[in-house]
């Protein structure tokens, strides 16, 4: 079954249209990428996803059923978006940070498990646990914002530049961390400015252009496509 | 006269926090001065006397009622006059407009039926005093201190230790993404205004038992204003700490310097904060706030 459907999406920003008429789909299981420069509408794509931004028309369906207007009833649907930029609760501390992300499950137990599973992929985020988010580094920064959307259960995840702004070896455990919540059975969709790593993990990669798709693939295949590492990879 | 004039400042201080307490809430949520607070205030002050003189009520219910006639009023009030600009993600000035309105409106809506008599709650506590030191302390000052000063501190705890605070806290941080974990906002904000209000009835009644209540008496929210910008816009312990400064520093001028000269002594503070530390004494350097 798809987990995402869209079909001719469109979104306007006043007289700017953003995305213009895309479509792609996302299996139950799958790591699917979209790659692009800046500005190509990515970011527009995952925040309509999550109910944040209205579309102008197309249809989007998530795990067989249409997208909800509000974006807290996006998020009770079982899909969950980690924004460029991390949006953190700089405010709050880490482990309120990880209590909002689990807002929408009542039993507290569940709560306690799945922040312990959290622990297992970012071990320091134990450690800060009593610290302020906004105090974090970079990388720790990005670790508690997965964390953050993990900690709902849900059954998509929408990962929006999860490594913009990080060290190598940091880069590393966010790709390791999201091949490793797949094989637990995590749908991801991965938005990348820089795509290598991105394409080579992804079951499926889609490029964006000026709001729409110039071409589509697997992953591994795209990420070796000559024309396509010239205009996007860098080389 | 000295600890007399301590004990009435500290009751008026406990009156303005738990003013400025709403005003902050409001402020460090939707980003805008809640113009209509006192409104909100005036109409729980009339809801507190109705009890008290057509039902004929204790304090204690006379109380309860007024927290949540006020909370009712307040969740009313965002509903029709600023949940649709809110939603349009209007420019705070524009819901800043709506809150002046909705004040202008409320106030006259009360001319219109009520009257522009000034009425007195009946007597609960006679005049009762205690002599302490020489001195004579009203215990309805103290009271009213004390029990502002405990409303102040539950609210601070449910702010930090409930599931409910922890998420008005990540909303003042990031409202879409406090939507995007699963939060209703429309509720969100329901419950940010029923607690302001509940605070709101709390001061009308204080308000209207220690002097009169009438149509205009919400303005002394101005003093609210000053208090939350003295202790930090935002900030609740700012807010408990600039209404209890502000109440202090206003009864010794009056009793010490001049009465005529208390609120220019209040204004000139607002405008000495504002011009040397804005963020107030407990609000944060950078624009984050509660």
């Known amino acids: 079954m798809n987990a995402l459907r869209v079909e001719d999406l469109n979104v306007h920003y006043g007289t700017i249209h953003a995305v213009q008429g895309v479509s792609f789909s996302v299996n139950e299981g799958e790591i699917v990428s979209i790659v692009g420069s800046n500005g190509a509408g990515k970011s527009t794509i995952m925040w309509t996803l999550a109910g944040v931004v209205a579309s102008s028309g197309g249809i989007v369906e998530i795990l067989g059923s249409p997208l909800p207007s509000k974006p807290n009833e996006v998020v009770a649907r079982g899909l969950a978006l980690v924004p460029e930029r991390r949006r953190l609760f700089s405010a709050l501390t880490v482990e309120e940070n990880l209590i909002m992300g689990a807002y929408l499950r009542k039993n507290d137990q569940k709560v306690k498990d799945e922040m312990q599973r959290c622990f297992q992929l970012f071990p320091i985020l134990r450690e800060r646990l009593k610290q302020r988010s906004g105090t974090l580094s970079g990388g720790e920064q990005q670790m508690l914002a997965i964390s953050r959307a993990l900690m709902g259960n849900p059954k998509i995840l929408l990962l929006d530049e999860p490594t913009l702004g990080l060290a190598p070896l940091i880069v590393e455990t966010v790709m390791e961390t999201i091949l490793r919540i797949r094989k637990e059975g995590m749908t991801v969709l991965l938005v990348e400015q820089n795509a290598t790593r991105a394409l080579e993990i992804s079951d499926r990669g889609y490029i964006l252009e000026a709001g729409r798709f110039l071409k589509s693939g697997p992953g591994p295949e795209l990420a070796r496509d000559p024309e396509i590492q010239k205009a996007y990879l860098g080389g | ?290």
């Open chain 2, 1 to 290: 006269m000295f600890l007399q004039t301590l004990i009435t400042g500290l009751s008026i201080g406990g009156i303005y926090a738990l003013m400025a307490v709403g005003y902050s809430l409001v402020f460090s949520v939707l980003n805008f001065s809640n113009f209509a607070h006192g409104a909100v205030i005036m109409l729980g002050a009339y809801v507190g006397l109705a009890l008290a003189t057509k039902l004929s009520l204790g304090f204690g219910l006379v109380l309860a009622g007024s927290i949540a006639g006020a909370g009712i009023i307040a969740v009313l009030n965002e509903r029709l006059a600023y949940s649709s600009l809110r939603r349009r993600k209007a420019p705070s000035l524009y819901l800043m407009i709506s809150a002046m309105g909705c004040a202008v409106f409320l106030e006259n809506l009360v001319y219109a039926t009520i009257g522009s008599r000034f009425y007195a709650f009946p007597e609960f506590f006679g005049r009762q005093v205690v002599t302490l030191g020489g001195s004579s302390i009203s215990l309805l000052d103290v009271g009213a201190f004390l029990f502002a000063l405990a409303a102040i501190l539950g609210l601070h705890l449910f702010i930090n230790r409930t599931r409910t605070g922890i998420a008005i806290r990540a909303g003042v941080s990031d409202m879409t993404m406090c939507s995007l974990m699963g939060v209703d906002l429309d509720r969100l904000i329901a419950i940010v205004f029923l607690l302001a209000g509940g605070f709101a009835g709390v001061a009308g009644v204080f308000l209207g038992v220690k002097y009169l209540v009438y149509p205009t008496m919400g303005w002394v929210t101005n003093k609210a204003y000053i208090a939350a910008v003295i202790g930090g816009l935002g900030s609740l312990p700012g807010a408990l700490v600039g209404g209890l400064l502000l109440g202090i520093v206003e009864t010794f001028v009056s009793t010490y310097v001049s009465s005529v000269l208390r609120d220019v002594f209040s204004f000139s503070m607002l405008i000495a904060f504002l011009i040397w530390r804005p963020n107030g004494l407990l609000g944060r350097d950078s624009e984050e706030k509660v």
